[in-house]
């Protein structure tokens, strides 16, 4: 019988942060934490361990495999991190074979287990995971662009003075260099911001180079980001846990829609307890669809070239 349990393959700033971020939303009856580095993960559980006191009775330990048999959810969150000059696809080779074997292993314990990939590149290892598993499509996705998103809200927020929760703004396309913004359908409230005249096209631009240039700066300054994507990844677990049926940008394998098949990236899709539910098309401007495509482009020549090799 599957419990209100999360498997973290992960150990790491990011793995330890999204059950960290778990932990404080007590929305979680237990966590099991995987890693092959065994000392970095008996000391990040201790650590977890003795927050629980401040944060309700979430049980968190040491796993195997085995934790994926009754837990609902499964992240993976290991793999190399993305290092200073680094890009997230120069992360392929080496991630790809651990990640397609962490899936394996995951869905030998639990047909039913819903799979989210954090891992980066996470829209090509997200579409490996499909192609490995397509009877289970719909129950892999990768965390995508809510990050790029949440940083996009934020900053316009903070230009703007207005509660990040209240402006609905998406980052699409990869997550990586060739993102973008949606500006046509962005909003604050109900009032489209292309019908405001708080931002020039300059400020736009200024706003949308921050929020792509924002994970280099973070990786520069302190080597890794945590905060952000934890607290992204833990909202996307209470989604599915509670099927919330929330509309988030997450990345899963396009099956037409823009004219884009067999591709993964992000695009607003509604989430569930099953996983996906379905994916949301907005209406883009002909400038976005470019993008879009420019994006599945970029991705596709990358997942080549790893097939190639």
Known sequence: MLKNKITIIGAGMVGSTIAYSLLLKETVEEIAMIDIN????EAQIMDLQHSVS????TQVHQGSYDDCQDSRLAIIACGIAQKPGQTRLDLLKTNAKIIQEVAKKIFQKNDDIVIIVVSNPVDILTRLIIEDFPDKKNQVFGSGTILDSARFRFL????LNINPKSIHAYILGEHGDSEFPVWDTASIGNLELENCQYLSSEEKNNLFQKTKKAAYKIIEGKKSTYYAIGAGVAH???VVLFDRKTVLPVSHLMMG???????????PTV????????????KLSQE???NLKRSADILEKAYQELKNQ
């Not at 065994?38 to 993960?41: A, E, R």
């Not at 316009?156 to 230009?159: I, V």
């Open 38 to 41: 065994k000392k970095l993960l």
């Open 54 to 57: 401040f944060a309700g009775q």
């Open 156 to 159: 316009l927020g903070q230009k």
């Open 236 to 238: 996307l677990s209470k």
């Open 257 to 267: 829609e823009y004219g884009i098949k067999n591709v993964s990236l992000s695009i």
């Open 271 to 282: 989430i569930g307890k099953r996983g996906i539910v379905k994916r949301i098309c907005l």
């Open 288 to 290: 976005e669809l470019n």
